[in-house]
């Protein structure tokens, strides 16, 4: 039992989901997402600024949520996807790279992550620090090997300042091994494993710090590929976690 006054909850008009849930966390990747889904029209619900889609893909009854920005944000949808019933969670998100051999378009796969952020205090699991949950972490994997494509597993630092990324936080992240930075996955790994549910990530490069002048690649015709190429792996990976 836990003691929270205010606590997430199903009302009568909300849904009830299946137990695999994609979190989108950029608007144009969701349109990509439903687009591969085949998930017309409006909503069924919204939460908070986010909206909720339902579709039956590949004969599974699946959940689509997006966008959402932030660790605060990301964690309250997580919170309502797990009342109404996930069990599973993916999350589609950008990041900015911080190692020196991880570049614009490239994939990265969390296995672990770097609290930079607030919201993870309040989600603490004794004294461990944040990690996916290691079936959808392979089962991430073994979809990218379909393409195949190169990828990179590893420590991922969120915070909730990316305009105070300074040059002796980037060497700093750098000696400690960390692959990228966002904003939600420390996160989203800390409240997921709070509440016993599993969760993966697959994150596409958008930007570079680790020259410690900032390169962005929002623009690039490869992150653009490598977007639509990150919603067909998470549809793949979505039909391996329905079986």
């Known amino acids: 039992m836990y003691d929270e006054v205010v ?37 069924i619900c919204k939460i908070m600024t986010s909206r909720l889609y339902k579709a039956i893909y590949r004969d599974q009854d699946m959940t689509v949520v997006g966008p959402m920005l932030g660790a605060p944000h990301a964690v309250m949808i997580l919170e309502k996807l797990v009342v109404l019933g ?17 570049g614009v378009a490239d994939f990265v796969v969390p296995d672990r992550a770097l ?37 990179h597993k590893g420590l991922v630092w969120s ?49 570079e710090l680790g020259s410690l002048q900032w390169r962005p690649g929002f623009s690039n015709s490869k992150f653009k590929k490598s977007r639509k190429i990150a919603v067909d792996i998470v549809c793949s990976t979505c039909k391996k976690l329905s079986v």
């Open 86 to 102: 996930a069990k599973k969670i993916l999350f589609l998100g950008w990041c900015g790279s911080v190692h020196h051999g991880v």
């Open 7 to 43: 606590s997430p909850r199903k009302e009568k008009s909300d849904p009830t989901l299946g137990p695999v849930a994609v979190m989108v966390a950029m608007e144009r990747d969701l349109a990509l997402m439903r687009r591969s889904m085949g998930i017309p029209g409006r909503p």
């Open 159 to 207: 915070t909730d300042a990316p305009y105070r990324e300074t040059r002796q936080r980037v060497l700093l992240l750098q000696r400690e091994g960390v692959v990228a930075v966002d904003m939600e996955i420390s996160a989203l790994f800390s409240a997921a494993r709070f509440r016993r549910v599993e969760i993966g990530a697959l994150l596409v490069v958008s930007d």
């Open 115 to 151: 609290v930079g952020e607030g919201t993870s205090e309040y989600y603490r699991v004794r004294n461990e620090g944040p990690r996916a949950s290691e079936g959808l972490v392979k089962a991430i994997e073994a979809s990218l090997k379909e393409y195949p494509i190169h990828f």
